[in-house]
């Protein structure tokens, strides 16, 4: 039943003490959202019966949606709006790595 939000809890904590600098984590973070929603896709496109109802069952679709199955209110808010400007670090990392290798 909570198996997801052990899942991505552990995936996160290890993130945070492996590697130990805020820009490695945020990369992290965001692998972890990329791979939760190609897992998804991929379940949901393949045409294997049993296989996307195993992954539904298994893995969130993202991590707001593990959050969103977990909190509820101003805890949800907060916890979105820091994924968010997670994301957006993600974002701005990838745009000056990008503008730096040119």
């Not at 945020?26 to 990329?34: C, G, K, L, S």
């Not at 707001?64 to 709006?81: A, E, H, K, S």
Request: one cysteine or more; aromatic letters at 20%.
């Amino acid at each position: 039943m909570y198996l997801d939000a052990v899942i991505i809890l552990a995936l996160i904590i290890f993130a945070f003490c492996w590697f130990r600098t805020f820009s490695k984590t945020v990369y992290a973070v965001a692998i972890i959202d990329i791979f939760l929603r190609l897992l998804n896709y991929i379940s949901a496109n393949i045409g294997i019966k049993g296989f996307h109802s195993w992954v539904v069952s298994i893995f969130p679709g993202s991590i707001p949606d593990l959050l969103n199955n977990y909190m509820r209110g101003v805890l949800l808010t907060v916890f979105i709006w820091i994924y968010v400007g997670l994301m957006v670090i993600f974002l701005f990392y990838v745009t000056r790595t990008f503008i730096r290798k040119k």
